[in-house]
């Protein structure tokens, strides 16, 4: 059998796979395919790279058996490595391809597919005739089902239950990351630890479509460094531990029974040590998302659990607390997690405990803080809340490593999907609060980043992504959760590796140049911004000043 794979990269809020980062949907179809028949061909191609050559990507495809489609970018976002699929694609080159079987996958299959907030999420009739199955349950169920019984018996709708069967499957599947675009640079693997969500038990949050996965399923620290093995094996060196809801509850027997399960510090161990053990060479292991609620209603146990991740993680990591609003009326409304007081302690936790600056440049762990607007019983004390949220964060001298204001995307089955209209009449009437509070966020990220990095810190070990003509600069960052990118005023191509001063800020960019520099090959007014124009002027007589032999050297990059 021939199967191609086609990633067009999913955006969920619990799991991630836009290049650099490979999410799990891909690696388990591949797995699937492979436990049925070792010798099973796949082809594991991405949505830009079939864009570039798009008509010969089209004739390679009609010569496969299954096409399998993989897409879903259901969180609004701007994204540097690559570009989601969008409907018109998912409208147009399948209805073009003839021959092979083709399924659709992911988020898109399963609720819709829309990357504006503000709007309906939804998959229209047009992409739905494109394609011979819409897998609205998991891939993995159904194509299991599909190679034993056929495609036609398979039931599409069906979820896995025991996810012990990704044991076998996870591990299969993962040397298709070697033919991914970022392969041996920058590929970021996430990691499941468990499906849905703790409060699936009370509905979870209003616009959420996480607990959608129904009742939690988790797998055992065993499973997940068996699959992180093998991704090493296979030459990943970048993991991110981001596809579930709470990694704080992750191994909590009270998970899947109680709204707020108690932390398990100990299952955490297990697993963060086991990834360590498993892959002993890696160079990322980061998390992702945290409940702000967990943390104030279980803190010594957050505590230690936060603890835990600190112990084994890389540094520049976040947890991304999904606060939302901290508006009580709103909260209440839609079943939300904290109030404002509530979410002032899950910020001043996490930076207690993750602080401390690591071996990169930036510090261990830090809050990221997720707002949501649009949501029904918004007033104007709303945004006056959230502002004021911020303000005190700022004034307590907290560091938060990003700040994200999103507008609701509606999906279907969730409880904003009957209220619509409501929705959309609520985002016009709050427009100028919006934009407003959007505009305070940007001045407010601009002061954390000079907080975060000042003026002459080194980050290292930033992947050169491109160089962005409209800048006039070369795009850099770490790899991990959220990384932090640099501008630097070069010509570079990737790949590179390379340490960087930072001087200056550029709204949630950093502004910075390689190190070492090369004094005299470098232009003036690069030297100048960076160091200053007394100095700048004294590098190019060639005066070795001290303090700066770390940074300048004849050898380094010019600029």
């Known amino acids: 059998m021939r199967v191609l794979i086609l990633d067009g990269y999913t955006d969920e809020p619990a799991g991630f796979g836009v290049p650099p980062y490979i999410d799990v949907y891909p690696r388990y179809v591949a797995g699937v395919f492979w436990l049925h028949d070792p010798s099973t061909f796949i082809r594991y191609v991405t949505v830009d790279e079939a864009r570039r050559e798009l008509q010969r990507f089209l004739a390679e495809a009609r010569s496969y058996d299954v096409v399998v489609v993989v897409a879903g970018a259901v969180v609004p976002g701007r994204y540097i490595g690559g570009k989601p699929i969008t409907l018109e694609e998912l409208k147009t080159w399948f209805r073009m391809l003839e021959g092979p079987k083709k399924v659709l996958a992911g988020a898109a299959a399963r609720w819709g597919i829309g990357n504006e907030g503000g709007r309906v999420a939804a998959l229209p009739r047009e992409v739905r005739e494109s394609f011979d199955h819409i897998v609205t349950g998991d891939p993995e169920t159904f194509l299991l089902e599909a190679l034993q019984d056929g495609f036609e018996k398979a039931a599409e709708w069906r979820i896995l239950e025991d996810l012990s069967v990704l044991d076998k499957i996870a591990v299969k599947g993962a040397r298709i990351v070697e033919q991914h675009p970022s392969y041996g640079y920058n590929l970021t693997a996430e990691l499941e630890t468990y499906r ?273 003509a409209s800048l006039g600069a070369t795009l850099a960052r770490q790899a991990g959760s959220y990384p932090l990118v640099a501008e630097l005023p070069c010509k570079l191509e990737p790949p590179q590796v390379l340490n960087v001063y930072v001087y200056g800020y550029a709204g949630r960019s950093v502004r910075a140049v390689p190190v070492p520099l090369n004094p005299h090959a470098s232009r003036m007014g690069v030297l100048s911004k960076a160091f200053g124009r007394q100095t700048a002027l004294r590098l190019k007589r060639g005066e070795n000043l001290r303090g700066l032999e770390a940074f300048t050297s004849p050898g380094g990059f010019a600029c």
């Open 196 to 468: 849905s969500c703790s409060r699936w038990v009370t509905g979870g949050c209003s616009f959420c479509v996480t607990k959608l996965y129904g009742r939690p399923r988790q797998r055992t620290p065993e499973s997940i460094v068996r699959e992180a093995e093998a991704l090493y094996t296979a030459g990943v060196r970048h993991f991110r531990i981001g596809r579930q809801a709470d990694i704080l509850v992750y191994g909590s027997p009270e998970l899947g029974s109680v709204e707020w399960p108690r932390p398990s510090p100990e299952a955490l161990r297990r697993l963060l040590y086991g990834i360590r053990v498993a892959a002993p060479g890696l160079k990322t292991l980061h998390i992702d998302n945290v409940n702000p609620g967990t943390i104030v209603r279980h803190r010594e146990g957050s505590i230690e659990a936060l603890k835990t991740i600190v112990e084994y993680h890389t540094p520049g990591d976040v947890a991304a607390l999904g606060i939302e609003t901290v508006d009580p009326r709103v909260v209440k409304l839609n079943n939300l997690k904290t109030g404002p007081e509530e979410s002032l302690e899950a910020i001043r936790i996490v930076h207690r405990v993750g602080a401390r600056r690591g071996y990169n440049g930036l510090p261990e762990l830090l809050p990221g803080i997720n707002f949501v607007v649009g949501l029904p019983g918004e007033t104007a004390e709303t945004y006056r809340l959230n502002t004021e949220l911020l303000r005190r964060v700022e004034e307590e001298g907290l560091l938060v490593r990003r700040v994200n204001v999103r507008k609701v995307l509606v999906l279907p089955g969730t409880m904003l999907a009957a209220r619509v209209h409501e929705i959309q009449a609520l985002l016009r009437r709050h427009e100028k609060r919006i934009r407003r509070f959007q505009r305070f966020v940007m001045e407010f990220s601009a002061r954390m980043l000079r907080r975060l990095v000042p003026p002459g810190t080194v980050l290292r070990s930033l992947y050169v992504e491109r160089y962005e």
